[in-house]
T-cell receptor
Framework: AQTVTQSQPEMSVQEAETVTLSCTYD???????LFWYKQPPSRQMILVIR??????QNATENRFSVNFQKAAKSFSLKISDSQLGDTAMYFC???????????FGTGTSLTVIP | DVKVTQSSRYLVKRTGEKVFLECVQD?????MFWYRQDPGLGLRLIYF???????EKGDIPEGYSVSREKKERFSLILESASTNQTSMYLC????????????FGPGTRLTVT
């Protein structure tokens, strides 16, 4: 079975600063996908960024980027120029290549301080 | 854009009641999921369905059942609600063969008293 671990239950960052959220996973699969989801307070969970395991290049979406280390099974999320709207719970997730299994971490609660 | 809706944002039920949570999607996604979300535990999969009338147990199916009579609708049923089923329930969809991840509904916060 796959596992996803987020070891930082809570984090905070000053507005405009950079913060990195950690995620590690365990799998014996070679083909899989990794995701970061954002869940703002009392709002819907949305996809922030995704990474295909077969791609070496790290994914980037505007101020969000990942550091994907396949050998180390690490998938961290970097948020640059943090904004108040980035305050949310962030979940790291793993999906098998066939798309029939999804696993989530326990989440990191990020607070952006003005 | 895919839209996933859930029948209620907040629900309060009494112990022993039968509870129905409904999820409806407006895109033609084959796969639908029910999760419960609890602080410190993340999202845990209750059931998922990969086709009409098909269902598979997730990690925590005890005390729950599901129904998928139509492709766009996936219902979660609590046969006899208990206080330990107080939680946030999230529905999600996924299109076959797509790697872009799941789409989530807004969630239903269920309180069982």
């Amino acid at each position: 079975a796959q596992t996803v671990t987020q070891s930082q239950p809570e984090m905070s960052v000053q507005e405009a600063e950079t913060v990195t959220l950690s995620c590690t996973y365990d799998t014996s699969e070679n083909n899989y996908y990794l995701f970061w989801y954002k869940q703002p307070p009392s709002r819907q969970m949305i996809l922030v960024i995704r990474q295909e395991a077969y791609k070496q290049q790290n994914a980037t979406e505007n101020r969000f980027s990942v550091n994907f280390q396949k050998a180390a099974k690490s998938f961290s999320l970097k948020i640059s120029d943090s904004q108040l709207g980035d305050t949310a719970m962030y979940f790291c997730a793993f999906m098998t290549g066939t798309g029939n299994q999804f696993y989530f971490g326990t989440g990191t609660s990020l607070t952006v301080i003005p | 854009d895919v839209k996933v809706t859930q029948s209620s944002r907040y629900l309060v039920k009494r112990t022993g009641e039968k509870v129905f949570l409904e999820c409806v999607q407006d895109m033609d996604h084959e796969n639908m999921f029910w999760y419960r979300q609890d602080p410190g535990l993340g999202l845990r999969l209750i059931y998922f369905s990969y086709d009409v009338k098909m269902k598979e147990k997730g990690d925590i199916p005890e005390g729950y059942s599901v129904s998928r009579e139509k492709k766009e609708r996936f219902s979660l049923i609590l046969e006899s609600a208990s206080t330990n089923q107080t939680s946030m329930y999230l529905c999600a969809t996924l299109r076959d063969g797509r790697s872009i991840g799941q789409y989530f509904g807004p969630g239903t916060r269920l309180t069982v008293t």
